[in-house]
């Protein structure tokens, strides 16, 4: 079973001359968002904050983490794509899911995506998640952007990425649709 790190490691690194390896950055951003450190400034505090146990639990050559503006660079231009591959490949093997078991399936925009706020149908990105109600772990993500997807499709997909099998599905009642829209397709699911 391989970490996290190595699956993040697994992320091309768009950058041409990097300071710190982008499964860094990336693990910085990860612990400071579980930590509710949410924002660029917000993660900054955290790294300044925990910046000498980091260094060492990481055993980083650098006397210095990370700055805002490295962490905002990369964030920016990450392949969020990329990441969630490396993510639902972690979390697939880390945290299986048993028969029986029950399963979260939600969209959550991301607040800083959204554009077009005068317009009645804004543009924005949504994460698609599925979350394990026993254990409290996200086992599987997938991102949409709300003018190319609808989030049945979404959710479609995600299963299908999961192949979960016999287990109790949550989710909002726009799944309950008996004609999907145009944008969703028609997927199989067995149990």
């Not at 006397?63 to 990369?74: A, D, E, G, K, M």
């Not at 998640?129 to 949409?144: E, N, T």
Request: contains cysteine; charged residues 20%.
């Amino acid at each position: 079973m391989s970490s996290l790190i190595e699956h993040l490691q697994q992320i091309r690194d768009f950058r041409t001359q990097p300071r710190y390896p982008l499964w860094v950055v990336l693990v910085l951003v990860l612990m400071g968002t579980m930590s509710n450190c949410l924002g660029y400034r917000a993660l900054e505090d955290f790294v300044e904050r925990h910046q000498k146990a980091l260094l060492e639990l990481m055993e980083l050559p650098q006397t210095r983490l990370p700055s805002y503006s490295t962490i905002r660079r990369v964030m920016v231009r990450i392949d969020f794509l990329e990441l969630t591959k490396a993510f639902n490949a972690w979390a697939s093997e880390t945290f299986g899911v048993s028969l029986s078991e029950q399963v979260a399936m939600d969209g959550k925009s991301i607040k800083a995506s959204v554009k077009d706020y005068d317009n009645a149908y804004q543009d924005f990105v949504s994460v698609v998640s599925a979350f394990r109600i026993q254990q409290g772990v996200v086992v599987g993500l997938q991102p949409m952007h709300n003018r190319q997807e609808s989030e049945i499709a979404t959710v479609q997909s995600l299963l299908n990425v999961l192949q979960l099998k016999g287990v109790c599905f949550s989710m909002d009642a726009l799944h309950a649709q008996k004609k999907p829209s145009s944008k969703s397709s028609t997927v199989v699911m067995t149990t």
